[in-house]
Structure formats: C-alpha cells, structure tokens
T-cell receptor, first 114, second 115 residues
Framework: DTAVSQTPKYLVTQMGNDKSIKCEQNLGHDTMYWYKQDSKKFLKIMFSYNNKELIINETVPNRFSPKSPDKAHLNLHINSLELGDSAVYFC?????????????FGPGTRLTVL | DAKTTQPTSMDCAEGRAANLPCNHSTISGNEYVYWYRQIHSQGPQYIIHGLKNNETNEMASLIITEDRKSSTLILPHATLRDTAVYYCIVRFLNAGGTSYGKLTFGQGTILTVHP
C-alpha cells in the first residue's frame, strides 16, 4: 500500500491556467506538507497543515492555495500558472509529535508550465 | 534551524562502507540531526535521526561528535541502489516535544556507488 500518494504524477499545462494537485496519506498522520523542488534541485517547504489547520506558510504567492478537506488529504490549487511554477511538487506527512516527527514523502508531481 | 555543510559529492565502491560527513557547528542543545536521501526522481526518504547519542537502524548508523558540531552517516555495506543525494538537516523540536516544523534542505551530498 502506498503511504503518501499524489496525483497526477505529471502535469503539463499552459500559462494562465488553473490546476490542482492532490495528496493523500494512509498513515494516520496529523500533519501534512507541500514542498517545491525547482530546477536547481533545491527542496523548499511551502505549506504545512496540522489537523486541517494551516501551520506554516512560507511566503508563497497567494496564487497557491492549499486545501485540507480532512487530515488524510492536502490538495494544492494553483491559479494563473506562471513559467516559474514549473517544478516538482512533493507532498509529505508526519505524526507531528517530537522524535516521531519523521516526514514521509510522496513520489512527486512534475509540473511543466508552457 | 542551524546551517549544515556537506561535501558536494562522494564516491564509494559497492560493498564498502560509505561515510558521509556533515558539519553543523552552530547547532543548539535542542536541535536534532536528521538524515534524508533522495534517489533520482523519487521523493526524499527518511534514514535516521539523533540528538547526541549514536544511533543505528536497519538502514544506517549515525555518529554524532561529543560537542555535537559534526556527524557522520554510515551506510555499512553500500549497494548500487544507495546512489542518491544525501541531506543532513538540523531541526528544532520544541520543549513540548512536538514540531510541525519544516525540513530545511541544503544542497546535500551526491553519493555515487560504483560496481
């Protein structure tokens, strides 16, 4: 069983479009994250949710809006896509409690904006 | 979170131990050392973490110096599948023992395991 899954795996779209990436975890974790890995391979956190509440927002443009319908899901909606949004987006989850706070990552969604 | 310094790349022969160093000279008392790796085109994978004692699990060992200013990740018998980027991360877990905190990834060390 896949612990953290993301859909789609690949997403190719035109500038200006709106798109969503979905993430689901079946680990029973309380905390979920979105990370962005750019072309230079730097991994940076974007958002963190704990029990459906936004905990971390790392100065991400407000075109990016995370939504957590329940603690097993954290979706990322992106409005008015720009060329610079092209990257691999990783979802992660953790129990969020002390030394058990190991983050488990999904396989990534490669977004290409043309 | 404290900054870490790692070599850009390292090579290792298959079957040999891979020793990956990390400097974290500004680490504070309540910051943990975490290691993750990222195999090409996959999501990062947790390896091990520790506070001040050496740690071992089924994947690796973590040796932390007594002053905690550096650590070494040891893969005891490297295989070709261990070729990946290895990230050393120092992060804070608060006094309550909880953290919803981010992982701050640096450049990491590209480990290449040769046949």
């Amino acid at each position: 069983d896949t612990a953290v899954s993301q859909t789609p795996k690949y997403l190719v779209t035109q500038m200006g479009n709106d798109k969503s990436i979905k993430c689901e975890q079946n680990l029973g974790h309380d905390t979920m994250y979105w990370y962005k890995q750019d072309s230079k391979k730097f991994l940076k956190i974007m958002f963190s949710y704990n029990n459906k509440e936004l905990i971390i927002n790392e100065t991400v443009p407000n075109r990016f809006s995370p939504k957590s319908p329940d603690k097993a899901h954290l979706n990322l909606h992106i409005n008015s896509l720009e060329l610079g949004d092209s990257a691999v987006y990783f979802c992660a989850s953790s129990q969020g409690s002390g030394s058990k706070d190991t983050q488990y990552f999904g396989p990534g969604t490669r977004l290409t904006v043309l | 979170d404290a900054k870490t310094t790692q070599p850009t790349s390292m090579d290792c022969a298959e079957g040999r131990a891979a020793n990956l160093p990390c400097n974290h000279s500004t680490i504070s008392g309540n910051e943990y050392v975490y290691w993750y790796r990222q195999i090409h085109s996959q999501g990062p994978q947790y390896i091990i973490h520790g506070l001040k004692n050496n740690e071992t699990n089924e994947m690796a060992s973590l040796i932390i110096t007594e002053d905690r200013k550096s650590s070494t990740l040891i893969l005891p018998h490297a295989t070709l599948r261990d070729t990946a980027v290895y990230y050393c991360i120092v992060r804070f877990l608060n006094a309550g023992g909880t953290s919803y905190g981010k992982l701050t990834f640096g450049q990491g060390t590209i480990l290449t395991v040769h046949p």
